[in-house]
């Protein structure tokens, strides 16, 4: 299941990709990061900490904001991994670089890489901005029927959201996404996932907010 993916991903080559004019304030940088046996492939994700000003407690990959000093997009999400989970760069094979994305309220745009990195992992989570790390094996997520909607706002603004749920974390969002575009990419599972519109979502009371 490995090499197919790592072959799949030949089409994403990693670029020295910088955040585009006028959004440096707004552009953001993950990692997804494989590692395991090559027939059991897990991907690290990481619970933020509850205390966090913006999508506090929800599952996320490792990365973070852009900054002036980093040399590249990449940089940053090697720079910023380092600081949530104690990976050093050094330890990363960066192996494709995936189109990027808005997060869901659309106040960040943020570039994926996806890297390898030979197990064991021994990750210190920086308390401050992650509550826990988590390995989710990749044949989980191909499994169809664990796909689930939950429910958000009131009303005639009421909205589904698709998540995956395993263990006690639920996936979804931006993350979630991310995750099925690039298995539909290199697995072909046709996931096929219904998210609301824009319009849909601004009828939410506090868009920004969600959790």
């Known amino acids: 299941m490995l090499e197919t993916i790592k072959q799949q991903l030949k089409s994403f080559p990693v670029a020295p990709v ?13 990692l997804l990061i494989l590692h ?6 897990l991907l690290v994700l990481t619970e933020r900490a509850q205390h966090l000003n913006s999508y506090a407690g929800e599952v996320a990959f490792p990365g973070g904001m852009w900054d002036s000093d980093d040399r590249d997009l990449l940089c940053t ?20 670089m995936l189109p990027s994305t808005f997060t869901r309220d659309r106040n960040l745009v943020v570039r994926p ?3 390898l990195v030979e197990s064991p992992l021994k990750l210190k989570p920086e308390p401050a901005e992650i509550a826990s790390v988590f390995d989710l094996p990749i044949a989980a997520l191909t499994e169809l ?3 689930q909607y939950f429910e958000m706002g009131a009303g ?3 909205v589904k959201f698709p ?3 395993y263990q006690s974390y639920r996936v979804w969002g931006f993350t979630l996404k991310v995750m099925v575009d690039m298995l539909n990419i290199t697995l072909g599972t046709q996931i096929k996932l219904r998210y609301p519109t824009r319009q849909q979502f601004e009828k939410l009371d506090h868009p920004r907010n969600l959790s």
């Open 77 to 96: 999400a090697l720079r910023e991994t380092e600081e949530e989970i104690g990976l050093p760069p050094n330890l990363v094979t960066p192996i494709a």
């Open 145 to 147: 029927n664990r796909y």
């Open 156 to 158: 005639a603004g009421v």
């Open 36 to 41: 395991g046996e090559p027939d059991n492939p």
């Open 113 to 115: 890489f996806v890297g």
């Open 163 to 165: 998540y995956f749920e």
């Open 18 to 30: 910088l955040p585009e004019s006028g959004n440096s304030g707004s552009t953001a940088a993950v």
